[in-house]
């Protein structure tokens, strides 16, 4: 009996040490930067690039202004003519309010002169007769004063400077500080001299009108110690955008390498502004204005991310895992040791390619004689399974960022004889991708 609990224990304390040999690996996140190759390396045929901005709708917005400032002379003009003959327009109306005077004069006097006429006739009917007249016949021949009116003195109005409406205009921009920001193909010296020309044509930023929406939401109020629902309406602005743009880029020679229109140009976006519960008053400028912002930064990115990723060499942010066994009684030095050079390595790899390959070979060196080393069914080996999964998964990085395609995939080939988890599986699987991708740009 005793004997048997002997055994237990020295089997449970085996299972610990086992155990605790696979807790003893650990991993650090690392960000760093590494080298995008290009699908196409034209370095034999060029050094340097040229990048330009060519606004289409700059030459309407010439024209626009143009006819503006037309519009703007015409109105300044016709002001000044009509100040200038303010004085005789004036003289003239005067003269015509005392021709029209004496002409009412005249017919004032002819008026009077008539009714004075015209009532002398009527005063020497009989009273009779006029009865007769209103009662019998409906006729009422008393005489009416019909006197002319009288005219006014016209006073000419001071002239007024006619509002001209400023058209609305696409945004101009400084469009070689935005090319010196967004645009630049890495590898390659910004040089006019024997440069591949890269043009990009921008079509102008268009969008639809702004409108009000209405959204209807339920909130809770709490009274009497009662909860209940409520309906809120909350306002938000909305309208559509886009902002066409092309990508040419051409030899010294002037051979077309490519002419792109990238589709998803072409497709609006919707804007949308935070719902209130009050109507916003920010003017729908201000909200068109920033869309129109964004819409620029974010096509420009994106055809620079294009032109780099055919002719480039761009650096790349990578978020990666490393992992190192503790020292435990300076066991795993060598490990431990190629961490290290790797770590540093990795950080530098994008800044001073020369000294981080110095670092990252021997990180490498060491980590695959580790490798080789490994003994997938001892659990109480140096490097056992465990062991050998973080330094494969090690080397895959490190052999991705050096682009050593043929060693990551004999590592990959290696880690396929591993008893792996479905996260471990998903990890190599997402090297492969990584590995092909890699392969296509060499």
């Not at 109105?75 to 100040?83: G, H, L, P, Y």
């Not at 002819?110 to 007249?133: P, T």
């Not at 129109?292 to 055919?310: F, G, H, R, V």
Request: hydrophobic share 35%; aromatic share 10%; glycine share 2%.
């Amino acid at each position: 009996m005793i004997r048997r609990q002997i055994t237990n224990t020295l089997l449970f304390i085996f299972l610990l040490a086992n155990i605790g040999n696979s807790q003893n690996i650990k991993d650090e996140d690392l960000e760093y930067q590494y080298i995008q190759l290009p699908q196409t390396d034209i370095r034999n045929l060029v050094k340097n690039y040229n990048v330009k901005l060519v606004p289409l709708f700059e030459a309407n917005n010439k024209k626009l202004m143009a006819e503006y400032e037309i519009e703007v002379q015409k109105a300044k003009k016709e002001f000044e003519n009509k100040t200038n003959t303010m004085p005789q327009q004036q003289v003239l109306a005067d003269a015509q309010f005392e021709k029209e005077i004496a002409q009412y004069d005249k017919d004032l006097k002819e008026a009077e002169d008539k009714y004075a006429k015209e009532m002398a006739e009527y005063n020497k009917k009989s009273i009779g007769s006029k009865i007769l007249e209103k009662e019998l016949l409906g006729q009422n021949n008393k005489p009416s004063k019909q006197l002319p009116n009288k005219p006014y003195r016209k006073i000419v109005t001071e002239p007024y400077l006619k509002t001209v409406t400023l058209p609305v205009l696409h945004t101009s921009y400084d469009y070689p500080a935005v090319c010196n920001t967004y645009l630049r193909l890495y590898g390659f010296e910004q040089n006019s001299e024997k440069a591949i020309d890269i043009t990009v044509t921008l079509s102008g930023f268009e969008n639809t009108k702004p409108t009000v929406i209405t959204t209807q939401q339920n909130e809770m109020r709490v009274s009497n110690g009662q909860s209940s629902s409520y309906p809120v309406n909350y306002y938000s602005t909305e309208f559509s955008y886009r902002h066409p743009m092309s990508l040419l880029i051409k030899m010294p020679d002037g051979k077309i390498f490519q002419n792109i229109s990238p589709p998803e140009f072409n497709n609006y976006t919707v804007y949308k502004s935070p719902g209130s519960k009050v109507q916003s008053n920010t003017s729908n400028e201000m909200f068109i204005k920033t869309a129109e912002e964004k819409c620029i930064q974010s096509n420009l990115a994106k055809i620079n991310d294009l032109m780099n990723n055919m002719y480039g060499f761009k650096p790349m942010p990578r978020k990666a895992i490393l992992y190192y066994v503790k020292n435990k009684d300076q066991e795993y030095t060598d490990l431990w040791e190629a961490f290290n050079d790797a770590k540093m390595g990795l950080k530098f790899i994008s800044q001073d390619e020369t000294m981080a390959n110095e670092k990252l070979a021997k990180a490498i060196e060491k980590w695959k004689a580790a490798f080789l080393q490994a003994d997938l069914t001892n659990k109480n080996a140096r490097i056992d399974e465990d062991v050998a999964k973080a330094i494969g998964y090690n080397l895959l990085e490190v052999y991705f960022a050096t682009k050593n395609t043929t060693e990551g995939f004999s590592i990959i080939e290696s880690m396929n004889k591993m008893d792996l988890s479905k996260k471990e599986i998903r990890r190599k699987e997402e090297f492969e991708l990584l590995y092909l991708e890699l392969k296509k740009r060499k």
